[in-house]
């Protein structure tokens, strides 16, 4: 490439990676977007705690990046061929220092890339959950070129991340859970074989939809735990791809308008837009061992995970079906969703 832009050698490096990213997928323009996964890829000193406080890695920001693509695909405007800088690209590789005085670094590229609202790294910053404008005055006093300490002090201001997050995917943390039972059951058996037992140990509701727990127990010591995430793969040029294996433990809600959640979508909890259709989300999960004092009974491995649905389904019966194929355990138990409207 002609020596046609003044950057240090971080903005270089993110360069060089950003154009082959964008030769990886066949995209003929290397735009904005892939800049900032050069960046992100390429993330040191300052700007790593800057990546860190948005939550952003080359997994992710590759995921969005393939989104975008999807979208252009759709609009038919997607071109393939060798990768050339787009104009909010090339404006952004020039964009100066405030004091004039060195080349482009990591901090005046990442504010010229989000300069214009319209640049695809704003659209993949969005994706993430991450407001461009808010992300832009951090940048911006990382362009005067701070002290560390200086730095970290402005981070510190500006993370929001102990606060409390109002947001589509979790119980309202303000109110407090309503729990109920399934025809006066607790726990409930969805699914046994010799080997395990699938429970439903706890259910509760709110105004924003459902929650419950399921519960894993391994009645042999080598049986192997089930895994709630379909594996997840990066493959060069085509972003994230997923697997399920023997292992896996599929769980299904069917609800009365014939929706159906699963758990082999991964959820991005902290996007900012509501969804528009329901979701299932997993909140958390807790792995015990329990050896038992007595020879005739087996030690167990229990694992408690528990998920929200979103949002309150309308009336009608609700299916919760479970499959784990490497413990031949497969079942199936529906509840009419009027137990849960009526804690409302």
């Not at 528990?306 to 490497?326: C, N």
Request: proline content about 7%.
């Amino acid at each position: 490439m002609p020596e046609e832009f003044d950057l240090d050698d971080h903005a270089r490096l993110a360069l060089d990676v950003a154009q082959h990213a964008a030769l990886a997928n066949g995209d003929a323009h290397c735009g904005t977007e892939y800049l900032l996964y050069g960046l992100v890829a390429t993330a040191r000193g300052e700007i790593v705690e800057l990546m860190e406080l948005f939550a952003l890695n080359t997994l992710r920001v590759d995921r969005a990046i393939e989104r975008l693509m999807e979208q252009r695909h759709a609009a038919g405007v997607f071109e393939s061929g060798p990768p050339i800088l787009s104009s909010r690209a090339r404006a952004a590789l020039a964009t100066p220092r405030l004091d004039n005085n060195g080349p482009t670094g990591p901090f005046e590229l990442l504010h010229g890339l989000l300069a214009d609202s319209d640049s695809g790294a704003c659209h993949v910053l969005r994706g993430l959950g991450v407001q461009p404008e808010e992300a832009l005055r951090l940048i911006a006093y990382g362009m005067r070129h701070l002290s560390k300490a200086e730095i970290d002090e402005l981070i510190a201001t500006l993370d929001r991340r102990s606060e409390e997050h109002m947001a589509w995917w979790g119980p309202n943390p303000t109110t407090q859970l309503r729990a109920l039972r399934i025809d006066g059951l607790t726990p409930l058996t969805l699914a046994a074989s010799e080997s395990a037992v699938v429970e439903l140990t706890a259910m509760g509701t709110d105004r924003n939809g459902f929650g419950f727990t399921v519960t894993t127990k391994s009645l042999r010591s080598w049986v192997l735990p089930p895994v709630f995430s379909p594996e997840e793969a990066l493959v060069p040029g085509h972003g994230a791809r997923y697997s399920d294996g023997p292992d896996f433990f599929l769980l299904q809600l069917i609800l009365p308008d014939g929706s159906v959640l699963d758990n082999r979508r991964i959820e991005p909890r902290y996007a900012l837009e509501t969804p528009a259709r329901p979701r299932l989300v997993r909140l958390g999960q807790r792995d015990e061992r329990t050896t038992l004092n007595d020879r005739r009974r087996p030690d167990q491995h229990v694992i408690t995970a528990d998920w929200w649905a979103w949002p309150m389904p309308t009336l009608g019966s609700i299916e919760v079906r479970v499959d784990w194929p490497a413990e031949s355990i497969s079942g199936v138990t529906s509840f009419d969703s009027g137990l849960l409207l009526e804690r409302l």
